[in-house]
Structure formats: C-alpha cells, structure tokens
C-alpha cells in the first residue's frame, strides 16, 4: 500500500489520517502530502491497520500514536493520564498572571468551566508549586519551563501517571527540577516544608454526568469526584487553607463549584 491508498482507504478525517501516518513512518504531515507514492513497509501497514481499527472504535488520537500537544510543547501520553486539553492551558495563563499580579480571580477557560486563583498569604519569595494529580505533568512541567527558578512537586495518586510525569520531565531536562510523590495530594501537601503555590486540575465531574464518547477511554479516577464532583476539590482547598505554607491556589473546575470552594 502506497501513502495516496492508505489516505483514501478509512472513513476517517483525512487530518486524523495524516497524523496517523506521520508517526507512523516517522514523517511530518507536508511530506506524507508531498510523497503519495511512497509505499508502506509491511510492518508500518501492519501498525496503521491496526491504528484505524483503534480510531474507528473511537480510541483519542493521542493515545494512538502516544503524545498530545499542549502548550505548544508535545507530551507523552497513555491510558494512565487524562489527555491534556486546551481548556487547561488556560489554567497555565491563569497561573503565570497570578504570579505577576497576585490577585484574586475566576477566568473562564471553557464553556462552563473556570480557572480559580486565590492568595492565602505572603507570595515574596515562593519559589515552589505544587502540582496536585499531575498525571502527564503537563502543568507542572509547562509552568517550571515557563518559569526557570520554580521548583515542581508533583503529586498523583497513581504511580503509572508519575512515571509519565518522570518521562516528560526528562523529555524536557527538567528532572532536576520536578520532585514526583505518590498518595493523595489533600494529605501529601501537609507535609510540604517550604512555602508553596497549589496549581491543581482535579477530578471534577460529577458520577453519572453525560460526557463525551472518547473520555470512556480515560482514567476514571482523574475525572470523577462523587455526586457533585467535590469529593476531591473540597479536602484538597480544606487541606490547603489550613496549611500556613500553602500561599496561594489556582484549580481548574466547573463555574458551579467555585462557590463551594469557600
């Protein structure tokens, strides 16, 4: 099969195709245009035979070929994380304007979602963020690439998703920089020794809400959180207010729960 066959040959966007193809053969997308001709080893037929199979079964993308975008940067992927989204860069926004203006806020950063920020003390000198439920370590390690003296402690209750974090960090040569703890960030927090800034994206829907047919494909635990998706976002803001050297938190969550964050 040359490239032009196997462009034409699924009933899927010819960009999810493209993309398909491109990691693949290891290629980017202008030369799999540029070289219908080509012809697939067996072995790349063989792989992308059988990612259709999983695309068509409605599997992300970025589960397929392993990584996901954000932020402008590419970050490793599996069925241990969530795949990061764009709503969530704008918690990355929302997090570097805290740190130059050190104001209270609620951005919207997606229909019906929001991107909360809080000062709860003194912010000279932080030099530490707290990234609870790390998953990828997107956030974390976006925000220590940002922000060159700020050390990360990422936090997950899963120890598969911190060996994602561990592999993005040393993807972007910041190991030295990221500090990976398993258990449960409401609790790990207490026991952080220097003062620190919470940025967190947690479980946040609510058990049985109607979401969207790839999300199926992701690990429940990091997106549901009880009855009204508070289950994880009230201990950890509890366990935050109450620590002296949380100074400040930043959460992504649904535009209904801010007010049950008081």
Partial sequence: MDIGHALKSAQLPSLEIEVLLSTIIEKDRAWILA????????TSEQFFSQALKRREAGEPIAYIIGEKEFYGRSFIVNHSVLIPRPATEGLIECALKFFKTETDNISDIDTDIVCASKKL????????????????????ITLALELPNIKVIAMDISSEALEVTKANAEKY????????????????????????????????????DDVSPDVYF????????????????????????????CRAIILECRKDQVDMLN
Avoid: W
């Fill in 218 to 245: 992701e690990p429940d635990t990091a997106l549901y959180a009880g009855d009204i998706g508070m289950d994880v976002l009230t201990p950890l803001v509890v366990a935050a207010q109450n620590n002296p050297l």
């Fill in 35 to 42: 070289h219908p001709e080509h012809e697939l080893s067996q």
């Fill in 173 to 208: 040569s910041v190991q030295d920089r990221i500090e990976c703890q398993l258990g449960d960030g409401s609790k790990l927090i207490t026991n952080v020794k220097e003062p620190f800034l919470l940025v967190s994206n947690p479980p946040y829907i609510p058990e049985g």
């Fill in 121 to 140: 003390g003194d912010l000279a000198n932080i030099s530490t963020i707290v990234d609870v439920g790390s998953g990828s370590g997107c956030i974390g």
